[in-house]
């Protein structure tokens, strides 16, 4: 226990030395407690000792230097291989704002509009409508198809107001279809996917209706088109192999690499009561952009730290600081009169902005900071990030059913460990 508190210090007094920084916005930012942290590794280990899961990783990286790095567990219980920097998650939806950086450095060059009709890219998207429920006298539930008050746009694919469900949750008869479409379960490139969707009508109006789906998959499809490269392609491209995200991808294709694959305990493997997480060592022909990525902490803590600087990394720019602004701004606000469904899953205190929620909010009994931006994955992994203290965190697990619960009690210490 002392040795790791004494590890901890340590790691706090390097960051103190390297200099105390300032956030975004000029003020000096806060820093971490040795005690604080000893908490939030005391936490995580709790959680391993009570059986949740059986490891994870969590980095916390202030002023663009680690300030907190630990690695609890072991990969897999059934190999017993301990936790490392190289172990490799299921990212799930933290694939969603890799994808949305794609699409905003199309729009820098010009290619792309956040007003663009989806159907300039994506053809079949023109024929769209809408599912409308209608009750009738006999009292059965049966699907009218209206036409759409406007066309899916850009940057409704951007902030979930497409009207495009996933279809596993919250009912109706659109969503049924969607479900019976095994969109999830059907191995398609992304352009035999996106044909196959657009043959299914739209939950809602675009535009009307914060509600998570297959937009970011959609999206991902645009990219290919305007690219005229594969998805992963264009991203190792543009953006992977610049980064050094080496690891990165949408399955892991070497067999030396299965052992390093990280996995949920035994009887914590459902995503929903009719999907099981997915198995990475599968070649897949389907790079969702939406949930498809796997990867390791080190290569989506460089991602973040570009995010957070504005853009660039290592002498090298990827957006400009104004685009990165623009996505971490919300878009779903009061002024846009934009209903939440009933699983928002920013929260009441954050909206959504292109490609990731933002904190726009204080909650109750905390100093959290406003304009904090982030996302996380069904698989239990997360990320933050944290303008206004210069800070990002990346937890990485295998959880899919404790991962909400242990996102909000980590981020709770975290921040306490601020004094926030």
Known sequence: MRGRRALIAALVLLSSAIGAGAGSDGRAAHTFSP?????????VRNEIATGNIPGAILLLQQHGKPVYYENFGVRDVATEISMSADTIFRLYSMSKPVTSVMAMMLVEEGKLGLDDPVSKYIPAFAGMKVGVEKKGEDGKITLALAPLDRP????????????????????????ELYADASLFDSDLTNAEFVAKIATLPLVEQPGTVWDYGHSTDVLGRVVEVIS?????????????????????????????????????????????????????????????????????????????????????????????????ALMASDHVGPE?????????????????GLGFAVRTSV???????LGEYRWDGVGGTFFFIDPEDDLLGVFMVQTPTQRGRIQLALKTLIYQAMGR
């Open 336 to 352: 846009t009169k934009i209903v939440r469904d009933q699983n928002y899953y920013p929260g009441g205190t954050s909206g959504f």
């Open 35 to 43: 005690e604080g942290l000893a908490k939030v590794s005391d936490y």
């Open 152 to 175: 899916v746009t850009i940057k409704d694919l951007l902030r979930h107001t497409s009207g495009l469900p996933y279809g596993y949750y919250g009912g109706g008869k659109v969503r």
């Open 228 to 324: 005229g490269k594969t998805l992963l392609q264009f991203e190792k491209e543009r953006l992977l192999d610049p980064l050094g995200m080496t690891e990165t991808a949408f399955y892991v294709a070497d067999p030396a690499k299965f052992p390093r694959i990280a996995e949920p305990m035994p009887q914590d493997r459902n995503i929903n009561p009719n999907t099981q997480v997915r198995d990475p060592r599968r070649p897949l022909k389907w790079e969702s952009g939406g949930g498809g990525m796997v990867g390791t902490i080190g290569d989506y803590a460089r991602f973040a730290q570009m995010l957070l600087n504005g853009g660039t990394y290592e002498g090298r720019r990827y957006l400009k600081p104004e685009t990165i």
């Open 363 to 369: 909650p109750p009994a905390t100093s959290w900071p």
